[in-house]
């Protein structure tokens, strides 16, 4: 198994500007959720795509979007950043029909 | 909506001591529950999972959980744990059918002092 990776692990951006994180899956599956987990929170769920369209969505705005490319790997975009946008994003796979979810190690966004 | 309560914030254990995680969800209808691990400065590692079936459920490295329908509640249990179980700890529930969103609790940081 080789695992979701993440990149970039850590990024420091000013407020306003756009960002895009990106995943790539474990090996066999065709589902991709993102997750944003705060300081001292457990992770809230973003969104999720499963064969290139979004299956999901949290109680996140439009300025969060995403990708799911052919090869299943993904991407977060995020526009505008605010200083509360600060955060660990988590990326994590699955297959769609046994709820085996894998998390990457995450990329830790500051916002300043 | 669905929800996850984790009783506890911070619980701290001497080494050998019995583990009882609390997690209790809000959701009425058929739901899958995990409980994740996040080792310090790792990722969020699967403990273990319930779909269906035996509500005693056996995870990795000696820790089970009990699905008690009735209570809304998946507590994680290990009965002697190590220094090396310190780590935060996450209850997460999915409502199951075509949602496959994972709603967390907040986690609960343990400490296990040698």
């Known amino acids: 198994e080789t695992g979701v990776t993440q990149s970039p692990t850590h990024l420091i951006k000013t407020r306003g500007q756009q960002v895009t994180l990106r995943c790539s899956s474990q090996?066999?599956?065709?589902?991709v959720s993102w997750y944003q987990q705060a300081l001292g929170q457990g992770p809230q769920f973003i969104f999720q795509y499963y064969r290139e369209e979004e299956n999901g969505r949290g109680n996140f705005p439009p300025r969060f979007s995403g990708l799911q490319f052919p090869n299943y790997s993904s991407e977060l975009n995020v526009n505008a950043l605010e200083l509360d946008d600060s955060a660990l994003y988590l990326c994590a796979s699955s297959e769609r029909q046994n709820y085996g979810y894998t998390f990457g190690s995450g990329t830790r966004l500051t916002v300043v | 909506a669905q929800s996850v309560s984790q009783h506890n914030h911070h619980v701290i254990l001497s080494e050998a001591a019995s583990l009882e995680l609390g997690c209790n969800y809000s959701y009425g209808g058929t739901v899958n529950l995990f409980w994740y691990v996040q080792y310090p400065g790792q990722h969020l590692q699967l403990l273990l999972k319930?779909?269906?079936?035996?509500?005693l459920v056996k995870g990795i490295k000696g820790f089970e959980a009990e699905f008690i329908k009735s209570k809304f509640s998946f507590n994680l249990r290990k009965p002697s744990v190590q220094w090396s179980d310190t780590a935060e700890y996450f209850c997460a529930v999915n409502a199951g059918g075509s949602n496959y969103k994972l709603t967390f609790g907040k986690g609960t940081l343990l400490t296990v002092n040698p």
């Open positions: 319930y779909f269906s079936g035996d509500p």
């Open positions: 090996s066999g599956h065709n589902t």
